[in-house]
Nanobody
């Protein structure tokens, strides 16, 4: 049974920081590309950051320089460190896994496994 479980969401003031975590089980974590997506009501799911099985990272333009994605294969954990948060970062954040090496943050269809999401709220 494949499972991706996110945690770490919450409410923070603009300029604040949060760290999201995602623990995977039921699949070979180290052999999957991993990514974080986010979604606000009424909009499609947006790729935020990705990391391939070699550790190469990709970031969307809005978050580059503020967010850091990392993975710990031994702990089967994906992490997203978010700093200098802005109101437009508020969303439901999802962890995703893909067995396709070509999977990028620009296409949700390339990801086979998804978590249930963790809510991030940014407001004063």
């Amino acid at each position: 049974q494949v499972s991706l479980t996110e945690s770490g969401g919450g409410s923070v003031q603009p300029g604040g920081s949060l760290t999201l975590s995602c623990v995977g089980s039921g699949f070979t974590f180290s052999k999957h590309n991993m990514a974080w997506f986010r979604q606000v009501p009424g909009k499609g799911r947006e790729g935020v950051a990705g990391i391939d099985l070699y550790g190469t990272t990709t970031y969307s333009d809005p978050v580059r320089g503020r967010f850091t994605i990392s993975r710990d294969n031994a702990k089967r954990t994906l992490t997203l460190q978010m700093s200098n948060l802005r109101p437009d970062d508020a969303a439901m954040y999802y962890c995703a896994a893909s067995y396709r090496f070509t999977a990028t943050i620009y296409s949700t269809s390339e990801y086979q496994y998804w978590g249930q999401g963790t809510q991030v709220t940014v407001s004063s």
